[in-house]
């Protein structure tokens, strides 16, 4: 069996991606606190010895390390064989799913939350600009979950994990009431609360936190 080591901070909602499919898969990972906040990551040193791209998470499975939360995600999926597409049609979404919310979804939220709640003075101009852009994909994936439980179809998969991580955070970190503002989004992230061995990033992640700077109001 696998030995694992996850490198993260518990604010990364790609960290918390790796951990909770490793949770979920019945995997354990000894937890690697980053600090981020502190910069290492993008140190020289750290960049040579862990990440040359500079960046959290890493999975180390049996000494050898691993970057990008995607294709490990796919690959944790088809070596544990859950999480996965069943079918051609089935794999060919969760990859349409997969890519896009890591270029859209996750994309703009991982931003737009580091700024809101993470920054001790962010433009508001900027803050407005990534709202608007979000809020755009989030309507995107309200339709979609309107009309199925998941990103693929009955089933959970590593997009449904992958999508769902930086949503479930605080609203007073995202921003968001979604049982309000985007109910089958919130109802989505009951259906996957509900998980056996489901955990919070909070929960599944411990370490030192970054500091946080509450807002109450992201236009302009």
Known sequence: MPTYRLHYFPESGNSYKLALMLTLCGQRFE??????????TRTL???KAVNEMGEIPVLEEDGVRFTQTAPILL???ERYRQFGGKTAEQKFELLRWLFWDNH???GYMATYRYLRAFTPSADPH????FRKRFDDFLSILEQHLERQAFAIGDQPSIADISMMAYLHYPADETGYDFATSHPAVSAW????AKLPGWKSAYDLLPGKRLKHYAR???SI
């Open 104 to 106: 859209k979804l996750t």
């Open 31 to 40: 937890p690697i606190w980053t600090d981020f906040g502190g910069g290492v």
């Open 45 to 47: 040193e750290w960049r």
């Open 216 to 218: 109450e109001a992201d």
């Open 75 to 77: 690959k944790l999926a």
């Open 189 to 192: 992230l009951g259906r996957m």
């Open 126 to 129: 900027v803050l407005a600009h």
